[in-house]
T-cell receptor
């Protein structure tokens, strides 16, 4: 399944580093999402973009900064992260951001903050 | 608050049947999703229920009772490849997806 791709698949960074996660969808969808998945916890929605406009920011710390240059690409810029930010970061897309649209996920980036 | 409950872990035998339950308390209801997630991989869509009743897709079926705030995913003729986590998610009145923590299903030979 290559509908939604994410790079890198694994990332180890120190607390003072700056890095970016990339997501690309090849499904012609208009909405894209960032989720955080921690062990044994529900998926946490971080950001939603619909037609390149951010429509949701669920009280995410400013050390996470999203960017959506077009409806096919989504970035998550990371800086001065904390060890508790270590998790699987999942990108998803859907035809629209509301309604009955199903979300399709990428494989995720496994982030470890040292 | 909004809440989705599902068992943390279940074990079943290859060739058998297993039922994974999901109960929810949400502000409104606009559909329930089941996803499968193998370790280290993307969650993949399995089923969507918005009306009461049973939806069947091959070896997998999903049931919904809106009055009881309850759903289950039924897996028949279990195969080793069915070992995965199964995520239940409910779309609330604001069309926000509320996720459960997932049920890890272990299949034994």
């Amino acid at each position: 399944e290559t509908g939604v791709t994410q790079t890198p698949r694994h990332l180890v960074m120190g607390m003072t580093n700056k890095k970016s996660l990339k997501c690309e969808q090849h499904l012609g969808h208009n909405a894209m999402y960032w989720y955080k998945q921690s062990a044994k916890k529900p998926l946490e929605l971080m950001f939603v973009y619909n037609f390149k406009e951010q429509t949701e920011n669920n009280s995410v710390p400013s050390r996470f900064s999203p960017e959506c240059p077009n409806s096919s690409h989504l970035f998550l810029h990371l800086h001065t992260l904390q060890p508790e930010d270590s998790a699987l970061y999942l990108c998803a897309s859907s035809q629209g951001a509301v309604g009955t649209d199903t979300q399709y996920f990428g494989p995720g980036t496994r982030l470890t903050v040292l | 608050g909004q809440n989705i409950d599902q068992p943390t872990e279940m074990t079943a035998t290859e060739g058998a049947i297993v039922q994974i339950n999901c109960t929810y308390q949400t502000s409104g209801f606009n559909g329930l999703f089941w996803y499968q997630q193998h370790a280290g991989e993307a969650p993949t869509f399995l089923s969507y229920n918005v009306l009461d009743g049973l939806e069947e897709k091959g070896r997998f079926s999903s049931f919904l009772s809106r009055s009881k705030g309850y759903s289950y995913l039924l897996l028949k003729e279990l195969q080793m490849k069915d070992s995965a986590s199964y995520l239940c998610a409910v779309r609330d009145s604001n069309y926000q997806l509320i996720w459960g923590a997932g049920t890890k299903l272990i299949i034994k030979p």
